[in-house]
């Protein structure tokens, strides 16, 4: 058994988890079976941009007991219900021109340890795929990345609950695949949420 738990969308033709990056360190459960499912083994939780959201409102408190046991959950989308504590919803950037997509790393640390800025702006020479928004983080959150006004679009919440949010306002796993620096995102998100749902549950 893996220590953190993908929900599984069933929206997408090929799912995040059949990518290496991420098959080697999860496991899959599939979203509409979360009421069900026993969370305990887990120090993680792994939800998709396109989950259904208005089911995972009506499954909020799911959410809120998993991260009252200092546990982790990584949420990587447009937020659109406010079923994740501390995150609100997102928020479009304003955008005239393809710069304005430019990332900018503000903490390389563990996460974005050795990544290049101009491989999460670009991928295959276009800009945008990193992220067109934000969500605006709670007092006290870490941000890890930003755009090029400033906007936060990577961010750890340790504040508003007693476990970890990691929120990233775009589709952060599609980079699992690239053929840059980007390709260490994912895997290092993951080590990075296994290594911090370990230590903060003494697991």
């Known amino acids: 058994m893996r220590p953190l738990l993908l929900l599984d969308a069933r929206t997408s033709v090929r799912p995040i988890h059949e990518d290496q990056a991420v098959r080697d360190r999860v496991d899959v459960i599939d979203l509409y079976d979360l009421a069900s499912a026993d969370l305990t ?9 396109m989950a259904d959201q208005e089911l995972l409102w009506a499954r909020r408190e799911v959410i809120a007991s998993f991260l009252d046991q200092r546990k982790v959950v990584i949420f990587c989308g447009h937020l659109l219900r406010h079923w994740l504590p501390g995150c609100e919803t997102f928020v479009p950037a304003p955008i005239t021109s393809f710069r304005d ?103």
């Open 101 to 203: 997509y430019a990332i900018h790393i503000v903490e390389p640390g563990t996460i974005f340890a050795g990544l290049d800025a101009h491989d999460l702006t670009f991928r295959r020479g276009v800009a945008g795929f990193f992220a067109r928004g934000h969500h605006p983080p709670p007092a006290g959150a870490e941000v890890l990345a930003t755009l090029a006004g400033g906007q936060p679009t990577t961010w750890i919440d340790r504040r508003t609950t007693a476990g970890t949010v990691f929120t990233h306002a775009g589709d952060l796993f599609g980079f699992a695949d690239a053929d840059s620096t980007a390709a260490r995102l994912v895997p290092q998100l993951l080590d990075w949420a296994a290594a911090e749902g370990s230590r903060s549950c003494g697991a």
């Open 41 to 49: 083994p887990y120090v993680g939780l792994v939800v998709a941009g």
